[in-house]
C-alpha cells in the first residue's frame, strides 16, 4: 500500500467536527509520555505542557491529540504512565466530560487503535487527592483521522493525522520498529545513539517524510495537519501542509491553536522577569492564518 493510499484510508469514515468563527481547538502532538524513567523524554517538559493544557482548558479549546500522545513502543503499560503523569490524565479527564477531548493515535501508540482499549487501559486512574480510583475516558475512542469541516463551506475542511503513514517502516511494518525501538534502540539511546529509521531523530528520514505528505496534500488539494516529524510547519500564507511539531523538544513545546477560523504556531517554554522569577511564557511563532481565503 502507497503512502497516498495508506493517507487515504486514515480519512475513510473518519471523525467529522465542525470548524466555523466559535470553535478553538488545540492540536497538540508527540507527547511521548513515558514511566518516569530517564527514557520518558515527556519529563523535561511535563509542567510546560501541564501549564499549556490548563490554559486550553480554561479558555474553552477542544484539545485534539494527534498521535505518539503515550510512548507505547518503549513501554508496555499503560497503567503506569497514567499513575506518573496523574495531573496530565486528570486534566484530560476534565476535557473528556466536556466532550472537548479527541485523540489520534501514531505509530508509537499504534495498540490504542485496537476496540476496547480505552475501556480496559484508560477506564480509571489513582486520583492523589482523594486517594482512590476516579473515572478517565472509558469510551473514549482513538482515530486514526479526524477531519474538522467549515460550517459555512463544507467543501472546506481540516485534515488530521499522526503522518507515520509516509513512512512503510511506520505503518505497514510498525510491529519490526517497535521491536527494534524496545529492544534495541532504547538500551542505546542512554548512550547517545539515536533510532536512524525515526523522522524526528534521522534529517534525511524527516525530509523524506515531509515530501510525502506535502505530496498527497497538494495533489489532493487538501490542507493536511500532521505531527510524527517533530518538526513544526506553519507558513505565513495558506499552504497545504502543516505540522504541529512536538512537546519533547529541548526546552520548549510547540502546537497549533484553531480560533476565528485561523491557524497559530505557539511555543510554550520558560521565561524570566527583570526580578528573575520564571514563568511559563506562550510564545506566538507563525500566525494567525486565515483559513479557506
Not at 493515535?105 to 485496537?114: C, E, S, W
Not at 477531519?147 to 472546506?156: E, N
Request: hydrophobic share 35%; charged share 20%.
Amino acid at each position: 500500500m502507497s503512502t497516498s493510499n495508506r493517507l487515504n484510508h486514515a480519512f475513510t469514515n473518519a471523525l467529522e467536527l465542525p470548524l466555523g468563527a466559535n470553535t478553538k481547538y488545540v492540536l497538540v502532538s508527540d507527547c511521548h509520555r513515558g514511566v518516569g524513567t530517564s527514557s520518558d523524554n515527556f519529563l523535561k517538559n511535563q509542567h510546560l505542557y501541564f501549564a499549556a493544557l490548563k490554559h486550553y482548558y480554561h479558555n474553552g479549546f477542544s484539545y485534539i491529540e494527534l498521535g505518539d500522545g503515550d510512548e507505547l513502543w518503549e513501554n508496555r503499560n499503560m497503567e503506569s504512565i497514567i499513575e506518573v503523569h496523574s495531573n496530565v490524565f486528570w486534566l484530560f479527564s476534565l476535557f473528556y466530560k466536556e466532550n472537548r477531548l479527541y485523540m489520534i493515535y501514531g505509530n508509537h501508540d499504534m495498540i490504542k487503535k485496537k476496540k476496547r482499549y480505552s475501556k480496559k487501559k484508560c477506564g480509571s486512574y489513582f486520583c492523589t487527592e482523594s486517594q482512590k480510583k476516579q473515572p478517565l475516558f472509558p469510551n473514549l475512542t482513538f482515530h486514526e483521522g479526524i477531519i474538522l469541516r467549515s460550517s459555512k463551506a463544507p467543501s472546506k475542511a481540516l485534515y488530521l493525522t499522526h503522518g507515520h503513514q509516509a513512512s512503510l517502516l511506520n505503518s505497514t511494518f510498525w510491529p519490526l520498529s517497535q521491536f527494534f525501538v524496545r529492544y534495541f534502540w532504547r538500551p542505546l539511546e542512554n548512550f547517545g545513539v539515536l533510532d536512524p529509521t525515526s523522522a524526528a531523530k534521522n534529517y534525511h528520514v524527516k525530509h523524506k517524510t515531509e515530501e510525502r505528505l506535502n505530496k498527497w496534500a497538494t495533489d489532493c488539494k487538501k490542507t493536511l495537519i500532521t505531527g510524527h516529524t517533530h518538526r513544526p510547519v506553519l507558513p505565513e500564507e495558506p499552504a497545504y501542509y502543516y505540522n504541529t511539531g512536538s512537546c519533547v523538544h529541548p526546552r520548549c513545546i510547540t502546537c497549533i491553536e484553531i480560533e476565528n477560523c485561523s491557524l497559530t504556531l505557539v511555543k510554550w517554554s520558560m521565561s524570566s522577569k527583570a526580578d528573575s522569577t520564571l514563568y511559563v511564557a506562550r510564545e506566538v511563532l507563525s500566525g494567525p492564518v486565515q483559513l479557506f481565503r
